[in-house]
């Protein structure tokens, strides 16, 4: 009796602290697949680019966000939409308009932004297991300042965290500093 009786206690147990566990956010991307950015699930880690529709600079960005995810192709990348007013129509002819090819999803109460920290668009933030920030910043140094553009990128600050993770090494520079727009 006192066997049954412990392992009924040890289910109950086991069971609590199961539902009381948290599970990463679940979004649904443009076509209503789900997608949980937290969680890399099989990949070296997820890359989320933080992206208003309306700032020229993210619009910039669209091309080298494309090669980017075409390059690297051991991480998770999400393009994170942070207009709270933006529909998904509007979302849908954006991505479509500036041929954007990773998932996009929509962060309207900018539960995303908050995890990660994310202040103006574009913004980079690399997330490893268990949520770990491994980089979060610029793209590269395309912009040396809001409105002064370079006519070439001179380092490019993501392609080199992502190098160094896929090498098992320490990211050198963890953060950075993005310019952009302002998350609304």
């Known amino acids: 009796m006192r066997v049954v009786s412990a392992i009924l206690w040890l289910a109950a147990g086991l069971a609590a602290g199961a539902a009381g566990a948290q599970q990463a ?3 649904a991307d443009l076509d209503g ?20 529709h309306d700032c020229p600079v ?3 960005y669209a091309p080298e966000i494309n090669r980017i995810c075409a390059h690297y192709t051991n991480f998770a990348f999400y393009v994170v939409q942070v207009d709270p007013d933006l529909t998904l129509a509007a979302a849908r002819q954006h991505a479509r308009e500036y041929d954007l090819r990773a998932p996009v999803l929509l962060d309207p ?17 690399v997330l490893g297991a268990q949520g770990r920030r491994l980089y979060r910043g610029r793209i590269d140094d395309l912009y040396a300042a809001p409105g002064k553009r370079r006519a070439a990128a001179t380092h ?18 963890k953060e950075t500093k993005a310019i952009g727009c302002a998350i609304p």
């Open 156 to 173: 490019r600050d993501l392609r080199e965290a992502l190098d160094a993770i896929t090498a098992g090494r320490p990211v050198k520079t």
């Open 33 to 52: 697949v789900a997608h949980r950015p937290l969680e890399p699930a099989g990949k070296l880690a997820s890359v989320l680019f933080f992206y208003w």
């Open 109 to 125: 109460q900018h539960r995303l932004v908050k995890l990660a920290k994310a202040t103006v668009t574009p913004e980079a933030v």
């Open 58 to 60: 993210a619009n910039s």
């Open 25 to 27: 956010p679940v979004f």
